[in-house]
């Protein structure tokens, strides 16, 4: 009997009847009609699988964070979630665990109080108060559309994050966009790290110093790992320096939409 022949569904390449992907674009040769039994094995094996997906990279990220992304860097990305896509997922679930449990309060701090500056009449300059004032009220602008714009303010900051540290760490050679990616996989790392404040600051208060330190000990932590064979002390001052500049880079963002504001509303 005559074996029929068999074509990709997706580009049309000519597959052997084995053949279980196309070695042309990479797709499954026996695919089916989606299906709600597709759609239960895209879910568990896409995000679910323990050997791959999202909960893979997630305990990567935590059990050996510097060894997993530098062989994500260097090629061994198949049982790895994407990076880009994990911070999407990740923010999206950390703004809707923020709404459950605290009310959508504000993911990056409280508001700044501006309900009169100088009540006690001790400051005799009343352009200074009133300068004061303004830039109190929009850094609560700022930091409120922040606050709802919370998955795309967290892409926004990554190329600057990844500036940073390709400035901190220009001698080991890693491209710009090598530290896109490494800084998806540590800005995913925080966002966890964050989901764990909102649950925890639900009996506990004032838990924001603690998951700075927490964060900075994390990336420490990963960068040891990640440059395993250099000098830990010069590994640890550079992701010091890194994490130095990527702030002043966010405050300086932040200063310049405040003065944008005042500008525009004189």
């Known amino acids: 009997m005559e074996k029929r022949e068999k074509y990709c569904k997706n580009c049309s390449q000519h597959l052997v009847l084995e053949q279980k992907y196309c070695h042309n674009c990479g797709q499954r040769a026996d695919t089916h ?5 597709f759609l239960l094995h895209e879910i568990q094996h896409g995000i679910f699988h323990v050997d791959k997906g999202i909960l893979f990279t997630i305990k990567e990220l935590f059990t050996r964070p510097g060894h997993s992304i530098r062989e994500y860097i260097e090629g061994k990305r198949q049982s790895h979630f994407k990076p880009a ?3 999407m997922i990740l923010a999206t679930v950390t703004v809707l665990l ?14 700044v109080s501006v309900n ?12 200074f108060v009133k300068i004061a004032n303004s830039i109190g009220e929009n850094f609560n602008i700022v930091l409120t559309w922040i606050n709802e ?5 967290m892409l926004l900051m990554i190329p600057f994050f990844a500036f940073a540290f390709w400035l901190a760490f220009r001698k080991f050679r890693l491209n710009f ?3 896109l990616v490494i800084s998806c996989f540590i800005t995913g790392q925080g966002m966890l790290l964050y989901m ?4 925890l600051g639900k009996k506990f208060a004032n838990l924001n110093s603690i998951f700075f330190l927490s964060l900075v000990g994390v990336i420490v932590w990963t960068m040891l790992q990640y440059f395993n064979k250099s000098r830990k002390t010069s590994i640890v001052l550079r992701t010091l320096w890194a994490l130095f500049i990527y702030y002043a880079i966010f405050v300086g963002i932040i200063l310049v939409f405040i003065f944008a504001i005042i ?4």
């Open 98 to 111: 923020n709404h459950w449990i605290n009310g959508g309060k504000y993911l990056m701090g409280d508001t």
């Open 149 to 153: 714009h919370f998955a795309i303010s």
């Open 85 to 87: 896509l994990l911070i």
């Open 116 to 127: 009169g500056i100088d009540k006690t009449g001790e400051i005799n300059d009343e352009q």
């Open 196 to 199: 764990v404040l909102i649950v």
């Open 33 to 37: 009609r989606i299906n709600y039994h």
């Open 263 to 266: 500008l525009q509303n004189r």
């Open 177 to 179: 966009p090598e530290w």
